[in-house]
Nanobody, 120 residues
Framework: QVQLVESGGGSVQAGGSLRLSCEAS????????MGWFRQAPGKGREFVAA????????YYADSVKGRFTISRDNAKNTVYLQMNSLKPEDTGVYYC?????????????WGQGTQVTVSS
């Protein structure tokens, strides 16, 4: 089992920045690819960003490219999401998730989420 705990959410005005953190415990952190997802009110959960086990590969949703940066520190068992130039449409609950390294692995472990609210 992998336990994930997000932090760093809050309220910010449009154009501002937030940095989310997700600390993992329970298993070897570097054995997992990590992702960030979000869910806006009344909408489904959507992919935001992902990072490979080493941090060498990163992936982003088109809606956040150039504004958000995902990174990880395997020594601290933590993955980060730096969010700049925030927009009201970035509002939602942000979740981090972990998946194994095998081909076809899915995000099996999820945190409880942290609220991000961006006002115009």
């Amino acid at each position: 089992q992998v336990q994930l705990v997000e932090s760093g959410g809050g309220s910010v005005q449009a154009g501002g920045s937030l940095r989310l953190s997700c600390e993992a415990s329970g298993r070897t952190f570097s054995n997992y690819g990590m992702g960030w997802f979000r869910q806006a009110p009344g909408k489904g959960r959507e992919f935001v960003a992902a990072i490979s086990w080493s941090g060498g590969n990163t992936y982003y949703a088109d809606s956040v490219k150039g504004r958000f940066t995902i990174s990880r520190d395997n020594a601290k068992n933590t993955v980060y999401l730096q969010m700049n130039s925030l927009k009201p449409e970035d509002t939602g609950v942000y979740y981090c998730a972990a998946k194994g390294l095998s081909v076809g692995s899915t995000y099996d472990y999820w945190g409880q989420g942290t609220q991000v609210t961006v006002s115009s």
